[in-house]
């Protein structure tokens, strides 16, 4: 996906701040955080939404690098992991990416 503003970063034709990475994923910081504390976690392959998520390693790799960036970011208080599928669901972009939220209270549910 060439006109894909997180394929870019995958590919260093954008730089993030990148908070960890390896061959699967990468994470970095959101640009326009909503908490103190704010991380998506990618797949480096382009899948567009949870929906056309199928591969059973990469799901786990996605949800345990979201945990091993939580605690490198020292969340231990606690934090929120969320995936916003779709329109309805408030996504934005369309390369799968899961939220890490903390540093500050969370509120449930979110608007
Ligand atoms: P979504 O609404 O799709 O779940 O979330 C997309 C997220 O990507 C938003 O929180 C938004 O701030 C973030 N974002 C959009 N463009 C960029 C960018 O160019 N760099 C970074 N670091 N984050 C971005
Ligand atoms: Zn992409």
């Given at each position: 996906?060439?006109?894909?503003?997180?394929?870019?970063?995958?590919?260093?034709?954008?730089?993030p701040d990148v908070v960890f990475e390896?061959?699967?994923?990468?994470a970095f910081r959101?640009?326009?955080?909503?908490?103190?504390?704010?991380v998506?976690?990618?797949?480096?392959?382009?899948?567009?939404?949870?929906?056309?998520?199928?591969?059973?390693?990469?799901?786990?790799?996605?949800?345990?690098?979201?945990?091993?960036v939580?605690?490198q970011l020292?969340?231990?208080?606690?934090?929120?992991?969320?995936?916003?599928?779709?329109?309805?669901?408030?996504?934005?972009?369309?390369?799968?990416?899961?939220?890490?939220?903390?540093?500050?209270?969370?509120?449930?549910?979110?608007?």
């Amino acid at each position: 996906m060439t006109d894909c503003i997180f394929c870019k970063m995958v590919k260093r034709e954008i730089n993030p701040d990148v908070v960890f990475e390896n061959d699967e994923v990468l994470a970095f910081r959101d640009i326009h955080p909503k908490a103190p504390v704010h991380v998506l976690v990618i797949p480096k392959r382009h899948i567009e939404t949870l929906d056309e998520l199928d591969d059973q390693t990469l799901a786990g790799e996605l949800l345990l690098s979201a945990r091993r960036v939580a605690g490198q970011l020292g969340l231990s208080k606690g934090y929120r992991v969320a995936i916003n599928c779709k329109s309805a669901g408030g996504q934005e972009v369309y390369h799968l990416h899961l939220h890490i939220l903390g540093g500050r209270q969370l509120t449930w549910p979110p608007g």
